[in-house]
């Protein structure tokens, strides 16, 4: 019994949800269309139910699929950034050195070569400096051959200014070496800063200074990169439980608060 991702059941399914649309009564109303009528759709699911649970519960005796350790952590903003810091620091038990930072690079378009990230040093709530509103403190930097902050934010929103004084700090820190700055925004949907102007906005992405993401995608992609590299099996299994957690946990909430600012427009 070989498994599938969500991407993969989502593909298979597609369109199904807009013939189910019309109802029983309406099924017959245009036969140039094929329909799926509910009850339909219902007893396929009751049947082959029968079929997988046995084979289902024999699968989950070896792998035991319906387990995520994020269930029991259970996550919040903090602890989230504590686990982006652990995969990046080259020193931390994972024991994959920088593997994980070089890929982050990699995709970040700072470049893959192992001078980059030899000697990296990893801080959680680093404070800033050299600003006028200096001591704010970033959820993640890196100092290696570029620089790197993370600002993580699930449950919060930007504080005033908070990203384009990140990225000052940046600018200071960086502006007399010959290295590059990057700032993460990540959110649960990749929504962007408040903080900067548009045509500013515009003009930091388009240097590669500011990377507006979000964990369903481009975090979840790198994290895959990060499960495709790594060779110790227990932290592979820790990358597919995060995988996991970002997939259902996170785009739950991320579907409930576009829900809730809907119903508040």
Known sequence: MTPCNRLELERFFAGIGARMEQTDTNFAQDSSSPLVCVSEVEKFFSDIKHKVEPQQRRHDRQWATGFNVFD???????????VLAWLLDPRESHGQGDLFLRLLFKQLGLGADAKLTAGAMVQREAPTFGIQKYRRRMDV?????AWLVIENKVDSLEQPEQVKDYLEHLHRCTRSRP???????????GRLPESLRPAVLKKCEESGRLHCW????????????CRRGCEAQKIKIFLMDFIGYIESMLKRESENKQEKEADED
Not at 179 to 189: C, E
């Open 179 to 189: 290295i590059q700055g990057a700032l993460i925004y990540l959110t649960t949907n």
């Open 141 to 145: 930097l890196v100092k290696a051959g």
């Open 214 to 225: 979000s964990y369903q995608v481009k975090l979840r992609n790198w994290l895959e990169d």
């Open 72 to 82: 029991f952590i259970e996550p919040d903003e903090n602890k989230l950034s504590d």
